[in-house]
């Protein structure tokens, strides 16, 4: 049986959430779909050292504050699933979990969602599906070749699953210094962490609340047609979250520059020099998770869908939510996310209005 509704949302992560917080006061009728068993979305995979860069008020979704974390400044993952599940519930959000959209099709004047659990008829969709379900591995020569542990972020715990082991970390982001620094100060990893550029450390005093700051200022700045102020990206690269800085100052965070190759061994670099290692950890990024709407045939050559703020260019039924500036500044972060998806809100309400 296919059901009928004005939205359909796909995933239920920070994101959907405040999807679902805007269509609830635009008086929509909508339902929200989301893989996983239970809230948190993406939050409830990190490793376990992990806090957010800002403080628990400057990382809330629409409507309601984040608690503030006892005894820390910067919450850990934990508190944000914790966040994330006391919001679903506060604002009674229509979540089906374990229910993964298959596809998004055009069907006459509404679009279809195909689930495992059913079928959709909606006048339009929010797809807020993220990026955590596809890590991205590069083809690097000799991947198939090493002999060891090749793991990505998302698999990523703890130093207690390498104590005694020589590890290689990839990746010059947020994510690569944080895991280098993580088993770097365990004291029983042999680290040697590896990036494609030099590492470019943000400013010690610089957080998520000033990252936010930067980013909204470029973004207005290329809406009013000045030039561009470079955003964050002029700033740095990672940010130095207390563990990194602690690293860092006890000079157990100098990169090495990318190896030519893995071997069976460890990894080589093109001026002969070799490095022994018994695991790898990936820090290299993610890609749009996306496949569910590949009927409307909508990607371009950069597997981006071209958007005029969320809603897609050539599938104006379609909004794309917090998957990065180019579906609303800051979009991916808890504190930018409320924007655009109040945006996306307003335009579906005219939409379903007009009939």
């Keep these: 049986m296919t059901r009928h509704t004005d939205v359909v949302v796909a995933g239920g992560g920070q994101a959907g959430l405040a999807a679902g917080y805007h269509l609830r006061r635009q008086g929509l009728d909508f339902t929200m779909l989301d893989a996983d068993p239970a809230p948190g979305g993406s939050w409830r995979y990190m490793w376990d050292s992990l806090h957010l860069f800002s403080p628990a008020d400057h990382s809330s979704l629409p409507g309601r504050l984040m608690p503030g974390r006892p005894g820390g400044t910067y919450p850990d993952a934990g508190?944000?699933?914790?966040?994330?599940?006391?919001?679903?519930?506060?604002?009674?959000?229509p979540v089906q979990r374990g229910t993964r959209v298959d596809a998004v099709r055009r069907d006459g004047g509404r679009l279809l969602v195909e689930s495992g659990s059913g079928a959709w008829?909606?006048?339009?969709?929010?797809s807020a599906t993220g990026t955590w379900s596809r890590p991205f591995l590069p083809a690097v020569p000799g991947r198939g070749?090493?002999?060891?542990?090749?793991?990505?972020?998302?698999?990523?715990?703890?130093?207690?699953?390498?104590?005694?082991?020589?590890?290689?970390?990839?990746?010059?982001?947020?994510?690569?210094?944080?895991?280098?620094?993580?088993l770097a100060l365990d004291g029983h990893v042999d680290v040697t962490w590896v990036t494609r550029r030099p590492p470019r450390l943000l400013p010690d005093d610089i957080d998520g609340r000033a990252l936010f700051d930067?980013?909204?200022?470029?973004?207005?700045?290329?809406?009013?047609?000045?030039?561009?102020?470079?955003?964050?990206?002029?700033?740095?690269?990672?940010v130095a979250v207390p563990p990194v800085r602690a690293a860092r100052d006890a000079g157990l965070l100098t990169a090495k520059p990318m190896f030519s190759r893995l071997t069976a061994g460890g990894a080589r670099w093109a001026d002969g020099r070799h490095a022994d290692a018994d695991a790898v950890v990936w820090c290299t990024g993610f890609r749009p998770a996306l496949s569910?709407?590949?009927?409307?045939?909508?990607?371009?050559?950069?597997?981006?869908?071209?958007?005029?703020?969320?809603?897609?260019?050539?599938?104006?039924?379609?909004h794309l939510l917090g998957y990065?500036?180019?579906?609303?500044?800051?979009?991916?972060?808890?504190?930018?996310?409320?924007?655009?998806?109040?945006?996306?809100?307003?335009?579906?309400a005219a939409l379903c209005a007009s009939g």
């Design 79 to 93: 508190h944000v699933v914790d966040y994330l599940t006391d919001y679903e519930k506060r604002y009674d959000l």
């Design 145 to 182: 070749v090493f002999a060891g542990r090749q793991l990505h972020t998302v698999d990523y715990r703890s130093p207690a699953h390498f104590a005694g082991q020589r590890v290689i970390v990839v990746g010059g982001g947020n994510s690569g210094a944080q895991i280098a620094a993580d």
């Design 121 to 126: 008829r909606a006048r339009a969709v929010i």
């Design 292 to 318: 569910h709407l590949a009927p409307l045939q909508l990607r371009g050559t950069d597997g981006h869908i071209a958007t005029e703020g969320t809603r897609a260019v050539d599938e104006p039924r379609l």
């Design 214 to 238: 930067v980013a909204t200022a470029r973004r207005r700045a290329l809406d009013a047609g000045r030039g561009d102020t470079g955003g964050v990206a002029s700033l740095g690269d990672i």
């Design 324 to 348: 990065g500036d180019w579906t609303g500044p800051a979009s991916a972060t808890l504190i930018g996310v409320g924007r655009p998806a109040r945006d996306a809100a307003r335009e579906i």
